[in-house]
C-alpha cells in the first residue's frame, strides 16, 4: 500500500494517517499477536505507533510498561528502529508515589521508557496529562535538556485543556523553548464536544497535529455493541455501556447508512469521519492482522460533504458543558 505521510506539527516528523494504538499491547493481545500486528502495519506502509508508560496498569498483576516492552521486543528482533516513529507518555504514576511533569520524575521516567522500547530515542514524547503543580516552563525546559541529550525529537500533549495547551505554547514562543508540536485528544464522532469546542481551532491557527485517541469509543463505534446482551463477550464491553442511548443508536444508523453506501464498515467510516474533521492520523488498536487490515480500509475512503452532514447531524448533541467522563480502566 503506498501510504502518503503527512506533517505532524513543526516537529518535522512525518507520519502516516492511521496511528497504531499499542495500549493492547500484552493486555488483550499477547506477544506473539502483537509482533503480528505490528509486523503487518509496517508491511501495509504506515509508521506511526502510539504507547504509554502506563499501559497497562488497569490489569490485575500489571505494573506498567508492558506495552512498551512488548514494543521494545519487537524492535529489537525485528532491527527496524528507523523505519518507525514511536511516540510515548509519561506522567500517570507508574511507579508509587512518582508522577507529573517535574524535571526530576521526568528524567527517570524518559530512562525507563527508552529501556523498555530498546531504543535510544523517543520520536514524540508526550505529556499523558496536565500537571498544574509543576511550572510550565520547568517542564518544557525538560524537555529541552532531553531534546539536546539526542533523548527525544519532538514533544505533544495528551488530555490538556484549550486554556492549558495556550499557555504552553505562549512560553514556548516566550522562552525559545520546545514547543507541543500534538495533541492527543479524546475525540470520535460520539465525544466530539470536548475538542470541536474550543482545541480544534487553537490547533489549526498553531498548526498543532491531532493525534485523536480512544477513535472508535472503545470499539462502539464498529457497530459491534448494539445491546447491553453484546456487551459481556467483550473486555471492553463495560466502557461503553453509558453510549447505548437515544443518540449512540441514532449514530450508529447513520454509519449504518454510509457504510452500505461506500461498501464500508461503520468502523471504516468512523475513521474517515475524522480524517475529514481535520485529524492528522486517529489512533486506532487491533489484536489480529486481520481486524488491522479491516481498519486500514479506512484509508481508501474519502466521504463526501453529504456523509460528513449525515454523520454530523446524527452525532449533534454531545454537551461541552456536561462532558462525559473517560472510561475507567480495568483488568476488562
Request: aromatic share 8%; charged share 25%.
Amino acid at each position: 500500500m503506498g501510504v502518503a505521510k503527512r506533517p505532524l506539527g513543526n516537529s518535522g516528523l512525518t507520519i502516516g494517517p492511521f496511528a497504531l494504538g499499542g495500549n493492547v499491547f500484552g493486555w488483550t493481545a499477547d506477544e506473539r499477536a502483537s509482533f503480528e500486528v505490528l509486523d503487518a502495519f509496517v508491511a501495509s506502509g504506515l509508521n506511526f505507533i502510539d504507547t504509554a508508560d502506563a499501559y497497562s496498569l488497569w490489569v490485575p498483576g500489571h505494573q506498567g510498561g508492558e506495552s512498551e516492552e512488548v514494543i521494545g521486543r519487537w524492535l529489537k528482533s525485528r532491527g527496524n528502529r528507523d523505519k518507525v516513529i514511536i511516540a510515548t507518555k509519561l506522567g500517570v504514576e507508574v511507579v508509587p508515589g512518582e508522577q507529573g511533569l517535574s524535571r526530576q520524575y521526568m528524567q527517570k521516567a524518559v530512562e525507563r521508557s527508552l529501556q523498555r522500547l530498546n531504543t535510544d530515542y523517543i520520536d514524540l514524547y508526550q505529556s499523558h496529562r496536565d500537571d498544574p503543580g509543576t511550572p510550565i516552563e520547568e517542564t518544557l525546559e525538560a524537555y529541552q535538556e532531553l531534546i539536546k541529550a539526542g533523548k527525544v525529537r519532538a514533544i505533544g500533549a495528551s488530555n490538556f485543556t484549550a486554556a492549558r495547551l495556550a499557555e504552553s505554547l505562549q512560553v514556548s514562543a516566550a522562552r525559545n523553548l520546545p514547543r507541543y508540536e500534538s495533541l492527543q485528544p479524546w475525540y470520535n464522532l460520539y465525544d466530539r464536544a470536548q475538542f470541536e469546542e474550543s482545541l480544534a481551532a487553537l490547533c489549526r491557527t498553531e498548526n498543532i497535529g491531532v493525534i485523536s485517541y480512544f477513535s472508535l469509543a472503545s470499539g462502539f463505534l464498529t457497530g459491534k455493541y448494539r445491546s447491553e446482551k453484546d456487551l459481556a463477550s467483550s473486555a471492553r464491553g463495560y466502557r461503553v455501556k453509558d453510549m447505548l442511548n437515544e443518540r449512540g443508536l441514532r449514530i450508529l444508523g447513520a454509519l449504518d447508512t454510509v457504510a452500505r453506501e461506500l461498501g464500508a464498515t461503520p468502523a471504516q467510516v468512523s475513521l474517515a469521519w475524522l480524517r475529514a474533521r481535520g485529524v492528522t492520523a486517529p489512533i486506532a488498536s487491533a489484536t489480529s492482522a486481520s481486524q488491522l487490515h479491516e481498519l486500514l480500509g479506512a484509508l481508501e475512503l474519502e466521504l463526501d460533504d453529504a456523509s460528513v452532514k449525515l454523520l454530523d447531524d446524527a452525532s449533534a448533541g454531545d454537551a461541552a458543558d456536561k462532558p462525559r467522563a473517560p472510561p475507567p480502566r480495568r483488568n476488562s
